[in-house]
């Protein structure tokens, strides 16, 4: 497979490596994008930290009818036995579920939701897509851990993303405490990259779901980002909203406590970065983990965008 060029190279040295980012992380100018929820206070806050958090930005009869559906679809036989649902490695529960926006119409409405999927457009100032949507939970005493990495340098080696213009954004389905494994973030940490090694072994994918072992920053330079830029949790009731960046450093403790942690996240990247071929060289992850259909989410009103719905799943 043909290799393009690598503006984040990784995994393919023997040493690990720290460069600055050569991207943006708020591609529109001061005042130039004016229509989206978040100020331009936000906006700067956003660059300069990397992330972005909005307490309670959803209704808590909102949050009930999301946690229904989680429920209908983890009832649901013929979805939770898809590849799209990954379990913990040590107790066999649901770990993640991918691509729920297609597999539940209720969070494909949420996907485009405008204070979500408008504020992906104002910091991106472009189009956007679904790069990625999944709900992760950490059940009360068998949440397992995800350890510090950052998303970008997975998705432009395993998948061709080819330049930091994407984020995540997630909302809290239940309450997020210090305790209960929050995820944590390394502020500034976006304005780095750091080059994994070890070289990506065939269809990683499936184990790097459960825990991963490449793409994994060494601890050095871990240490010198967090004694860099500080770690912070975003704690905060369920409906509250983390927006992060597709570089910065973040990952969770194990949940030990018996209050279970559920988010949803939607990856939206910028429908003028859309995925070439994986710059590991190797053939691209599932569609479920990587979207390879850039059609851009048309603006839509906020009425009527969380609501249940009783339709059976689409497929994949």
């Known amino acids: 497979m043909q290799m393009n060029q690598d503006s984040y190279p ?147 080696v395993e998948d061709g993303m080819p330049r930091m213009r994407a984020l995540s954004i997630s909302l809290l389905l239940t309450d997020n405490n210090a305790f209960n494994g929050p995820l944590m973030v390394v502020a500034g940490s976006h304005m780095k990259f750091i080059s994994c090694v070890g070289k990506t072994p065939e269809n990683h994918y499936q184990q790097s779901l459960k825990k991963q072992e490449y793409g994994v920053p060494d601890e050095e330079s871990i240490a010198h980002c967090i004694q860099d830029g500080g770690l912070t949790a975003p704690t905060g009731k369920a409906g509250s909203v983390l927006l992060f960046d597709c570089n910065v450093l973040h990952g969770s403790n194990a949940n030990m406590t018996p209050w279970p942690r559920s988010n949803v996240f939607f990856v939206y990247n910028s429908a003028l970065n859309t995925l070439t071929s994986p710059y590991s060289g190797q053939q691209p992850r599932p569609r479920f983990i990587a979207n390879r259909h850039f059609d851009p989410i048309p603006p839509v009103r906020e009425v009527d965008t969380v609501t249940t719905t009783t339709e059976p799943a689409r497929s994949a």
């Not at 040295?13 to 229509?35: F, N």
């Not at 297609?102 to 949420?110: A, I, K, V, W």
């Not at 949507?133 to 990495?149: E, M, T, V």
């Open 10 to 156: 990784s995994r393919i040295a023997d040493q690990p490596m720290m460069t600055l980012r050569l991207d943006p992380v708020v591609w529109s100018q001061p005042g130039e994008i004016t229509t989206g929820p978040l100020s331009e206070y936000q906006l700067k806050s956003y660059a300069e930290q990397g992330y972005l958090f909005l307490p309670e930005l959803f209704a808590v009869s909102e949050v009930q009818a999301l946690m229904q559906e989680i429920r209908r679809l983890g009832d649901d036989a013929s979805i939770t036995t898809r590849p799209e649902c990954i379990t913990e490695p040590k107790s066999g529960d649901i770990r993640s579920m991918f691509c729920v926006h297609e597999l539940s119409d209720t969070f494909g409405r949420l996907a485009a939701h405008p204070k979500l999927a408008g504020a992906a457009r104002q910091i991106l100032a472009s189009d956007v897509y679904l790069h990625q949507s999944r709900i992760n939970l950490k059940p009360g005493f068998r949440g397992d851990a995800f350890y510090w990495h950052s998303d970008f340098e997975t998705w432009h």
